[in-house]
Nanobody, 111 residues
Framework: QVQLVESGGGLVQTGGSLRLSCAVS????????VAWYRQAPGKERDLVAS???????DYVDSVKGRFTISRDNAKSTVYLQMNSLKPEDTGVYYC?????WGQGTQVTVSS
C-alpha cells in the first residue's frame, strides 16, 4: 500500500530554517503530484506547496519566496526547504499524494 513518512520537523527561532522530507513508497512516485499541507493549532489543514510529476511547483502566497518544494525521483522523496520562518508557520506539516496522507511532522517557530 501507499505510505508517506515525513521527517525533519522541530523547534526553531524566528528567521531560522528547516528542511522537511517526505519519503513515499508503494506507488510509481515519478508520475505523481505530491503536496505539503500545514495544520496550525485549532485550524483547518491548508495547502502550502505542491510539485507535479514534471516538476512544476505552486505555493500559497504566505510562503512564496521563503519555501521551496523539490523532489528526488531516484529516492522517491519530496522536500520542503523552509527559510525565514515565522511564528505563523507553526503547525503540523503533512505530505499527501494519491489521496493518502503521511503522519505529519511538528514545526514550531518561537518568537
Amino acid at each position: 500500500q501507499v505510505q508517506l513518512v515525513e521527517s525533519g520537523g522541530g523547534l526553531v527561532q524566528t528567521g531560522g530554517s528547516l528542511r522537511l522530507s517526505c519519503a513515499v513508497s508503494g506507488i510509481i512516485f515519478s508520475t505523481k503530484t505530491v503536496a505539503w499541507y500545514r495544520q496550525a493549532p485549532g485550524k483547518e489543514r491548508d495547502l502550502v506547496a505542491s510539485i507535479s510529476s514534471g516538476g512544476s511547483t505552486d505555493y500559497v502566497d504566505s510562503v512564496k519566496g521563503r519555501f521551496t518544494i523539490s523532489r528526488d525521483n531516484a529516492k522517491s522523496t519530496v522536500y520542503l526547504q523552509m527559510n525565514s520562518l515565522k511564528p505563523e508557520d507553526t503547525g503540523v506539516y503533512y505530505c499527501k499524494t494519491v489521496r493518502v496522507w503521511g503522519q505529519g511532522t511538528q514545526v514550531t517557530v518561537s518568537s
